[in-house]
């Protein structure tokens, strides 16, 4: 397991790299299984053409595999709740994955999401945190996530709704931001208050696969003065509450 550095974002070889490709060949099946096809990336980009309400099926099922669920709850992901000050820690949402391409979206918000705080959509603790994980190598050119270090000092900022996803009002320069490219096992980690924003994948035949976790400390004061609010995920209000 690699070293967690709390001071920097990107905790290298989290996971074994044998363990993320095992996962990400269950997904692929699933795809496989419903269009009774050999999936590959260039497989994925025909089948969302063709049929996107497949496609979107099929990313639904994923992430209700028990290996991804495993993954959410392993060693590595509670020592990392642990060391990052989570006394109790307690899942805020499912697991998520993400396809972020031009060609497997309907919409822009779909794989490009300009400056937010997940905080907005997860109403968590203040000392929550999400683990965005690639199931691929992730280089410049496929978009990594870009953040702006220690912007979670800043407290929860107003976000607006574009379209369906809460985004900041004021959208911060460029020049803020710091792009991680990441290996598979690699893991990415920051506050629920940091700000970031997606990479854009550059490519037209890449597909940037990534899961997405997130977590919050059950024995925060905090969280518990406000009644553990539901999130836009599990059926509560969403942004409008923390206005």
Request: aromatic content about 8%.
């Amino acid at each position: 397991m690699g070293k967690m550095e709390l001071n920097q974002p990107v905790v290298k070889q989290l996971f074994p790299k044998s363990l993320i490709a095992s996962i990400l060949g269950e997904i692929i099946d699933v795809f496989g299984c419903y269009t009774g096809q050999v999936m590959n990336e260039k497989a994925l980009i025909g089948l969302f053409a063709d049929d996107p309400d497949g496609f979107i099926a099929c990313a639904c099922m994923c992430q209700k595999l028990l290996s991804i669920w495993r993954l959410s709850v392993s060693d590595a992901m509670c020592s990392a709740c642990n060391d990052r000050g989570i006394r109790l820690p307690a899942v805020n949402t499912k697991p998520i994955i993400a396809f972020s391409s031009r060609h497997t979206a309907r919409s822009d918000e779909n794989w490009i999401i300009p400056a937010h705080q997940d905080w907005a959509s997860n109403l968590g603790s203040l000392r929550g945190f999400t683990c965005w994980l690639p199931l691929v190598d992730v280089p410049h050119e496929l978009g990594p996530i870009e953040i702006i270090p220690g912007s979670e000092s800043r407290g929860f900022l107003p976000h607006v709704m574009y379209n369906r996803i809460p985004i900041l009002c004021d959208q911060p320069s460029d020049d803020q931001y710091t792009a991680y490219p990441v290996e598979v096992g690699d893991a990415i980690f920051f506050n629920t208050l940091t700000i970031h924003r997606s990479g854009i994948n550059m490519t037209d035949d890449r597909i940037r696969i990534s899961l997405h976790f997130r977590y919050d400390d059950a024995l925060d004061p905090e969280l518990a003065a406000r009644k553990y609010p539901k999130n836009r995920t599990d059926g509560g209000p969403g942004m409008e509450q923390t206005r």
